[in-house]
């Protein structure tokens, strides 16, 4: 009588098969997750970047009043060097932005490319686009009014 303890050659090749395969399954699945982690967590990023600028305009609007030398209660917004700056009248120097995205600030339809003067006295409407250097933006518009 022959002694069959062992595995046979179809044996252990059928497993290295049956492995192969799940390996490639599981690691198709957590590539996948990987990815659209990423891209989710991108997303977020702008997200937050463009709410962070929106929240910083809206601090301004609302707190910006009228004094004898700003009797239009007006603060700035300027575009220099690629970077938007926000401040009091004739002084815009608070970056908007973190330089790790680019930013375009959308004022009544018209992409602001210069200083422009706000009157926190009337409503603002304002689109913010935030870029990453993938590609992936957020847009969002609104509409800012003091009460």
Known sequence: MKNQKGITLIEVLGTLAILTIV???VYGVLIGTTNNYNRLSA???LSREANLI????KNYHEKTEKTAGNPRA???IDYLS????IGAKNAATNQLYS???MVEVI???VLVDSKIKIP???PLKLKVIVKNSKGQFYETDTIIKKY
């Open 107 to 109: 004022k009544d339809g």
């Open 54 to 57: 929106l929240a910083t305009i």
């Open 99 to 101: 330089k790790n995205f």
């Open 43 to 45: 997303k977020a990023d």
């Open 120 to 122: 926190s006295t009337e």
């Open 23 to 25: 390996s490639g399954l």
């Open 82 to 85: 690629g970077q938007y700056f």
């Open 74 to 76: 007006e603060y700035e």
